[in-house]
């Protein structure tokens, strides 16, 4: 079976610009979730979508947004880049329809905001 | 709300010895879950070990064990007979009981194994 897999896996944008990034699942998962890690922040929480719905979002503006497919495959998207959104995005994915299940995390995509 | 902590930045231990890497967490839930995650150098991130809050009995994956002390809130992890691909940031997370998967992540414990 097919790991989670990311799209692109870098970018390099400037302030002002809007990045749109893209995440597959497992075959079969319905659940995705997205996090940003940076070095001062550590691994935060965007927003997790399950069956094409967004079950929870994270504490971050709404310049962050995401959407799933009927795949299940996810996009989120980033609005007016700061400086500040430079990070390592990651999703995971897993079956969700139970809680505490494993969540099986793709390489991530390095986002670099100049 | 939830808060994960891992009090320990960086550790290191030498190849075939044992490391303990702690973790404690607040939360007004009664069942949950946590975890242990590896996120080696350059490499994605895999789950280590599940603890099932309501599971008394520790959790174990071969050299990977935990001492979950539901009560005060502590759940570290134990490496055996560490191995130099044991090198890695470990993150320990939380995980709320219901329909979510959303994880609360402590700061992570980068630790270094020595030959």
């Known amino acids: 079976k097919a790991g989670v897999t990311q799209t692109p896996r870098y970018l390099i944008k400037t302030r002002g610009q809007q990045v749109t990034l893209s995440c597959s699942p497992i075959?079969?998962?319905?659940?995705v979730s997205w996090y940003q890690q940076t070095p001062g922040q550590g691994l935060q929480f965007l927003f997790e979508?399950?069956?094409?719905?967004?079950?929870n979002k994270g504490n971050f503006p709404g310049r962050f947004s995401g959407r799933q497919f009927s795949n299940s495959r996810s996009e989120m998207n980033v609005s007016t880049l700061e400086l500040g959104d430079s990070a390592l995005y990651l999703c995971?994915?897993?079956?969700?329809?139970?809680?505490?299940?494993?969540?099986?995390f793709g390489p991530g995509t390095r986002l670099t905001v100049l | 709300a939830q808060t994960v902590t891992q009090s320990q930045p960086e550790m290191s231990v030498q190849e075939a010895e044992t490391v303990t890497l702690s973790c404690t967490y607040d939360?007004?839930?009664?069942?949950?879950?946590l975890f242990w995650y590896k996120q080696p150098p350059s490499r994605q991130m895999i789950l280590v070990i599940r603890?099932?809050?309501?599971?008394?009995q520790n959790a174990t994956e071969n050299r990977f064990s935990v001492n979950f002390q539901k009560a005060a809130k502590s759940f570290s992890l134990k490496i055996s007979d560490s191995q130099l691909g044991d090198t890695a940031m470990y993150f320990c997370?939380?995980?709320?009981?219901?329909?979510?998967?959303?994880?609360?992540f402590g700061t992570g414990t980068r630790l270094q194994v020595f030959p």
């Open positions: 995971a994915s897993s079956l969700g329809t139970a809680g505490g299940r494993e969540q099986f």
């Open positions: 075959s079969g998962h319905r659940s």
């Open positions: 979508y399950f069956s094409e719905t967004q079950r």
């Open positions: 939360t007004s839930e009664n069942n949950y879950y």
């Open positions: 603890q099932e809050a309501y599971k008394q």
């Open positions: 997370a939380f995980m709320k009981q219901g329909r979510t998967d959303k994880l609360i």
